[in-house]
């Protein structure tokens, strides 16, 4: 079941206000303008929301609907069974990179803190079980590429990501399940060398989709 980000019981305009009130614009100076994809209340009252200065004053629905008309390829999964905390910026990047869809396997439930309300703008699905994020990968011809450092991980570095797939990630603590790594065309690593044993997992995730940009979005071979 697909939904965009729970707007359901949160007010618009308070949940969006991010970071100093200067922030966004002030209310509209002037006479209104008559553009369908402008929003009254904000018109009047202002715009601190978390958007792009390109999107100010738009509805939320006039600025999804643009956005869907330049999504990339890409999806991002990501196993949710232990309520990471990582998930919400996970989604943070995906929007920022512009992922087709979000997928949430596991539980639906999950802290959307470090979303920092982007998730209103991402498609954001869930499904319960691997298995049903394995069939609507296969439906759609997407291969799903997990990534984790993971025995037989292959190096992301030289990689050749595909342009549509879905891009899987773990939980911080166990990483991709046995599970996940089986629905997998291939796991890939990113380098490490420190100590560590691996980065923040929404670290690794802005890391991989950041990889598919470079490659499809800048054309730089891996
Ligand atoms: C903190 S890691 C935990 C699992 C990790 N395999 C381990 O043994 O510590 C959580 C998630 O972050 C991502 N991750 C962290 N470091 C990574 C690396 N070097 N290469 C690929 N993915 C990594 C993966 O998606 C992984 O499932």
Same mark, same amino acid.
């Given at each position: !079941?697909?939904?965009?980000?729970?707007?359901?019981?949160? /007010?618009?305009?308070?949940? &969006? !206000?991010?970071?100093?009130?200067?922030? +966004?614009?002030?209310?509209?100076? +002037?006479?209104?303008?008559? &553009?369908?994809?402008? /929003?009254?209340?904000?018109?009047?009252?202002?715009?601190?929301?978390?958007?792009?200065?390109?999107?100010?004053?738009?509805?939320?629905?006039?600025?999804?609907?643009?956005?869907?008309?330049?999504?990339?390829?890409? =999806?991002?999964?990501?196993?949710?069974? @232990? =309520? /990471?905390?990582?998930?919400?910026?996970?989604?943070?990047?995906?929007?920022?990179?512009? #992922?087709?869809?979000? =997928?949430?396997?596991?539980?639906?439930?999950?802290?959307?803190?470090?979303? !920092?309300?982007? &998730?209103?703008? @991402?498609?954001?699905?869930?499904?319960?079980?691997? $298995?049903?994020?394995?069939?609507?990968?296969?439906?759609?011809?997407?291969?799903?590429?997990?990534?984790?450092?993971?025995?037989?991980?292959?190096?992301? $570095?030289?990689?050749?990501?595909? *342009?549509?797939?879905?891009?899987?990630?773990?939980?911080? +603590?166990?990483?991709?399940?046995?599970? #996940?790594?089986?629905?997998?065309?291939?796991?890939?690593?990113? *380098?490490?060398?420190?100590?560590?044993?691996?980065?923040?997992?929404?670290?690794?995730?802005?890391?991989?989709?950041? #990889?598919?940009?470079?490659?499809?979005?800048?054309?730089?071979?891996?």
């Amino acid at each position: !079941m697909r939904e965009l980000g729970g707007e359901e019981n949160r /007010d618009l305009i308070g949940a &969006d !206000m991010v970071g100093p009130s200067e922030v +966004g614009v002030g209310p509209w100076q +002037g006479e209104l303008p008559d &553009d369908p994809r402008l /929003d009254p209340e904000l018109l009047v009252s202002g715009d601190r929301r978390n958007v792009v200065d390109k999107y100010r004053y738009w509805t939320l629905e006039a600025i999804v609907a643009d956005l869907d008309l330049q999504r990339n390829p890409f =999806h991002v999964a990501i196993e949710n069974w @232990q =309520h /990471d905390l990582n998930i919400g910026s996970v989604v943070r990047t995906a929007n920022a990179f512009l #992922a087709a869809e979000v =997928h949430i396997v596991g539980n639906r439930k999950w802290n959307r803190r470090g979303a !920092m309300v982007t &998730d209103r703008y @991402q498609h954001v699905r869930h499904h319960p079980r691997l $298995e049903d994020l394995a069939s609507y990968a296969a439906e759609r011809q997407l291969p799903v590429i997990g990534i984790d450092n993971l025995p037989g991980s292959v190096p992301l $570095e030289t990689y050749e990501l595909p *342009a549509a797939c879905v891009l899987l990630f773990g939980q911080e +603590g166990p990483g991709l399940t046995a599970d #996940a790594h089986a629905i997998c065309t291939d796991v890939l690593s990113i *380098a490490q060398f420190g100590s560590t044993r691996s980065i923040n997992a929404s670290a690794a995730a802005a890391i991989a989709l950041h #990889a598919w940009i470079r490659r499809h979005t800048f054309g730089q071979k891996p």
